[in-house]
């Protein structure tokens, strides 16, 4: 591990603007502007769910379950474990049902379980993938974004909300991470 102390060189591949992330016309995330509510929530969800990859991409697995700054057990392949695990819980949330088991087993196992192997890494993206759609087909069902939905009745709005907040916070700390594995800083 390397020691606090030695800072990577800050750098971006943008050329228009040198602290953005990608230049404006490459940005996977810009597009015409949505319509309406529903559509409006679910392109910042798709939006953030894009800046996590992107600030994932071009990582050896070493790099990406690089830990932060003890005793956090933060790194960007927890991350992308995390949020997979988060996605699983908020189908929870819809259902009447039981609830899913937790993909990581124990408490925290989405970090504590996020080891520098290749094969850890391509479980952890497809198991966000698998589970991303398995939530996006859930609510489909659930158009209304006044409608209550699961055990507890929270609305979809709030649900919808609750995942933006949740990929957005932790977008703001893949940032932090990325920036301290290669320097590599912006949008």
């Not at 597009?31 to 529903?38: F, T, Y």
């Not at 497809?126 to 659930?142: I, K, N, S, V």
Request: glycine share 8%; hydrophobic share 35%; aromatic share 6%.
């Amino acid at each position: 591990m390397r020691p606090m102390s030695d800072e990577p060189a800050r750098w971006t591949q943008a050329t228009v603007y040198p602290d953005m992330w990608a230049d404006p016309d490459d940005d996977p995330r810009e597009g015409p502007v949505p319509d309406g509510e529903l559509a409006t929530l679910q392109d910042y969800l798709t939006n953030y769910r894009l800046t996590l990859r992107m600030k994932c991409e071009g990582l050896e697995a070493e790099q990406l379950a690089r830990r932060s700054v003890p005793p956090s057990t933060m790194s960007l392949l927890g991350l992308v474990r995390h949020l997979a695990e988060v996605e699983r819980d908020w189908r929870n949330w819809i259902t009447d049902g039981d609830p899913l088991p937790k993909l990581y087993g124990v408490r925290d196992g989405d970090f504590a379980g996020a080891v520098a192997e290749q094969a850890v890494v391509d479980a952890a993206y497809a198991d966000l993938e698998r589970e991303q759609a398995a939530t996006d087909a859930a609510l489909a069902e659930h158009p209304d974004l006044g409608e209550r939905v699961g055990k507890d009745g929270i609305s979809v709005r709030e649900l919808l909300v609750h995942r933006i907040e949740e990929y957005a916070r932790h977008c703001g700390h893949a940032d932090l991470l990325r920036e301290c594995v290669d320097g590599r800083v912006g949008q």
